[in-house]
């Protein structure tokens, strides 16, 4: 739907400069200036952030044609001449404001959904289960947060008639603005879990909070097995309808649950009836999210055989973009489990974001379930496709073939009847140097076309969580002091995760600087098209021009070194920002405290020399045991900066914490501080106030199953023998690959469906054997965790005599990386 600007402004109650009449027209809102779609329809919320004001990208976002702003801090508007802008207290207030007058244009039904666990997948599943009866609108993947919900409900239309949406919360106090926005009539629980704690100060608290949502509901669905959940629902003295496997007094009584291969089969009673139905799925989650499913079905009052029909054809929940590497320098990112319009949105900026210069090749098939007209939906996916600098598109469906009415000839386009003619196409479309995305509805089956596009390499794969990553950065940034910038460590291939697809993420969150170890990775990430300023901390001299070339900037830690840089910068008539390594009690590299003076008397005879920040290195931050001497080389840091500043004129950035220092000595934050192991989910120090997530998960498969009879014995050396029957399993794993071994010999156990199987005998360079004897349904081709949520890293290294970074930067290149963004 479209607003006026002016319309805008009386709903959220803002101070209006309207300096462009004809441009009021507003449909879209925009929280990002990097992901304008539709510039001229708008209008831009500049938020502050945690790290990032999003009033600094307001000339980003008019140079892009945006025209219409809400701020809530004093714009120079003479700079905007064609700007219309909206000053507010909060922006994030006002977007919230304006999405409640959005609802509140619309009687429809809503379904609220909260809970810890589940929403998304609940959501999902009901949109699955009710779509043939109604025409509905759902919070885009996870979009449950006090931006997402509005984001969310701003997406209701005329055609609508069902609204789901998921609310979120992490503290006290943010659930009644998104209560009033949803504004639900049947309200869902899913469960109350762990997530979030530290934002409350009791569960109990949590609990209260998130209920807010249901305030105004005619129903609360919820299971009542909980009986904290019960009674505090009980409490509120609303109708509800309740479920139960555990024999409380419920609405719906689950009598039985029967495991049948990969299905299940569930009898129950609802209010003195018989009802069954069957799930295409076995594992516990799952089956709890479905019951939540069926008990909405019955509150809305579905047949009980169109409900069995609709649960048996329930489809998994794709909750996550998949990038992986493809042939001939492609790369891959597979979204080919769902299809509409907002997402295909997403994955177009994912895709975007690390196209690294390729050429962007869109699949896409018919879009199911829309509730538009697919003419109507096919010619807003072009309009997409142009503004998202698309290159080729290949549609597959009749549907999708609508493209062909609405797409410039400059874009190559080819269309496809079925899944299948477009598999016997692939070689003569000659993929070369492209970002692929496989953007579909699950019944095509784009899998396929994924497995075909995938480079086929070793069957062991290092997936890293984008998601996690992102999440540990704002944890680590929502303890730093105002003002306080981060530097984040990308070294060693951002400790085996990849440097090129790190840094490429972290310059999408503003990170305020990168640093490697040598100047071959950083002209690697200038290569790929990072911008973002880089460290180096080992500037050899042979690597001086390459710096120069890619504007990477040298630690410095000696004089000897600094002589050397200043006479190849005075040869180049060339200038490169330096930082001062101070040696503080590491002993590694720097300059000790003696030559601090030396130090002072050179960088006065060259007042031109620009000493971008001074800093040093900690070493033993994570032990309270060395506390005193941590004191004592922040105190000896301060005494040498002290010094060089007098010299200066100026003051350089100062830095000296790492990831364990950044919330165990907040007083020593400074101007920046380093990230490293903890951007990766380690917390060796263990006071970070809310928890890190695991970004990495090694994972191999079983090449080969043996029944190994007694006396017999396993792998080199004999180490391992049968004292009674035992079934053996090849993994393709090694040494070669990254497992230590160390590990071997029983030391430790990897994950197979979900049970833990200890490794026999030795590591072998390119695999091992583990003990599956108590694992029946373990087969060829499984899946094996080595590490990730189970086991950890920190397993993995305590069982092996070693750390987590040894362990993280000793995975092989062999090794596939997977890059999920959830």
């Known amino acids: 739907m479209q607003y006026r600007f002016s319309e805008i402004a009386a709903a959220v109650a803002g101070q209006a400069h309207i300096s462009n009449p004809s441009a009021e027209v507003i449909e879209h809102l925009l929280l990002d200036s990097r992901q304008i779609i539709f510039p001229e329809l708008a209008l831009f919320f500049a938020i502050p952030g945690i790290r990032n004001n999003g009033h600094d990208f307001i000339p980003a976002c008019y140079q892009a044609g945006v025209r219409n702003f809400i701020v809530s801090e004093l714009v120079d508007y003479t700079i905007y001449p064609l700007g219309n802008f909206l000053l507010v207290k909060n922006t994030v207030e006002a977007l919230q404001q304006l999405a409640l007058h959005h609802r509140q244009r619309f009687q429809l039904p809503v379904i609220g959904i909260t809970g810890s666990n589940g929403k998304t997948i609940v959501k999902e599943w009901l949109f699955q289960l009710l779509h043939p009866d109604y025409a509905i609108v759902r919070s885009p993947r996870s979009y449950n947060s006090q931006a997402g919900v509005p984001l969310s409900v701003w997406e209701i239309g005329p055609k609508h008639q069902l609204g789901i949406f998921e609310a979120g919360i992490s503290r006290a106090g943010e659930m009644p603005p998104l209560a009033a926005i949803i504004s639900c009539n049947v309200g869902v629980f899913t ?44 409490a509120l003295a609303k109708p509800s309808l309740t479920w139960s496997k555990n024999g409380h007094t419920a609405d719906l009584s689950i009598q039985s649950i029967h495991l049948n291969g990969q299905q299940a089969n569930i009898t129950a009673d609802f209010r003195g009836a018989a009802n069954q139905i069957t799930l295409p799925f076995n594992d516990a989650i799952s089956i709890e999210n479905a019951l939540h499913c069926w008990a909405v079905l019955l509150y809305f009052g579905l047949d009980p055989l169109v409900i069995r029909e609709r649960m048996l054809r329930l489809e998994p929940v794709a909750m996550r973009l998949e990038l992986k590497e493809g042939g001939k320098d492609c790369i891959l990112v597979n979204d080919s489990y769902s299809a509409d319009f907002t997402s295909l949105k997403l994955a177009l900026q994912f895709l975007n974001q690390n ?37 080729r598109v290949i549609g597959i469906g009749k549907e999708a073939a609508l493209l062909r009415q609405f797409l410039p000839s400059h874009i190559r386009q080819h269309f496809f009847d079925h899944t299948e003619a477009l598999l016997q196409a692939l070689p003569a479309l000659d993929f070369a140097y492209e970002a692929i995305l496989l953007k579909g509805a699950r019944t095509f089956g784009l899998e396929r076309v994924a497995d075909v596009l995938s480079r086929q390499v070793h069957q062991t794969i290092l997936e890293i969580n984008l998601s996690a990553m992102s999440h540990n950065l704002r944890a680590y ?133 620009e000493v971008r920040s001074v800093f040093s290195h900690l ?19 301060t005494h040498a900066y002290e010094q060089l500043i007098a010299v200066l004129g100026y003051r350089p950035i100062r830095h000296l914490l790492n990831s364990n220092g950044i919330t165990r000595f907040p007083q020593y934050q400074m101007d920046m501080v380093r990230l490293g192991i903890g951007l990766y989910g380690i917390d060796v120090s263990n006071t970070l106030p809310e928890p890190l997530e695991i970004v990495f998960s090694l994972h191999a498969t079983i090449s080969q199953i043996k029944d190994i009879a007694p006396g017999e014995t396993i792998g080199y050396g004999r180490r391992a023998k049968a004292e009674k029957p035992l079934r053996s399993a090849t993994i393709s794993i090694g040494y070669a690959d990254g497992l230590p071994r160390a590990a071997g010999n029983g030391r430790f156990s990897v994950i197979v469906h979900d049970q833990m199987a200890p490794i026999l005998g030795g590591v072998c360079m390119d695999m091992c054997m583990i003990d599956v004897t108590h694992i029946p349904k373990a087969a060829e081709g499984d899946r094996v965790t080595i590490f990730g949520k189970t086991p950890q890293i920190e397993h993995l290294a305590e069982a092996s005599g070693t750390i987590p970074y040894e362990l993280f930067t000793g995975i092989a290149p062999r090794v596939k990386r997977v890059y999920v963004q959830e």
């Open 191 to 234: 469960n109350l879990g762990a997530a979030h704690r530290e934002g409350f100060t009791s569960e109990a608290q949590k609990l209260q909070e998130k209920l807010l949502l249901f305030q105004h509901c005619d129903c609360i669905v919820y299971c009542r097995d909980d009986e904290k959940v019960g009674a505090a629902i009980h």
């Open 355 to 391: 196209a690294q210069g390729r050429s962007q090749t869109l699949i896409i098939t018919d879009i199911l379930q829309s509730g538009e007209p697919p003419k109507i939906l096919f010619e807003k996916i072009a309009q997409l496709i142009q503004q998202q600098a698309i290159n």
């Open 477 to 609: 940034s929502r303890a730093l002091q105002p003002g306080v910038r981060l530097m984040a460590m990308v070294k060693a291939s951002a400790y085996g995760a990849g440097s090129k697809e790190v840094a490429r993420l972290l310059e999408l969150l503003r990170t305020d600087c990168f640093c490697v170890a040598y100047a071959d990775e950083g002209a690697e990430l200038r290569e790929a098209g990072i911008l973002t300023p880089i460290l180096v901390l080992n500037p050899e001299p042979g690597a001086f021009e390459q710096m120069l070339r890619h504007h990477l900037e040298p630690k410095v830690y000696s004089i000897r070194q600094l002589q050397e840089l200043t006479n190849f910068l005075a040869h180049r008539n060339a200038v490169l920002p330096i930082h001062l390594s101070i040696d503080t009690g590491m002993h590694r590299l720097g300059f000790d405290q003696h030559e601090i003076e030396p130090l002072c008397a050179f960088l006065r005879q060259r007042p031109g020399l």
């Open 619 to 637: 070493a033993a931050s994570e032990d309270p045991q060395h506390d005193d001497f941590t004191h004592e080389q922040a105190r000896r840091f």
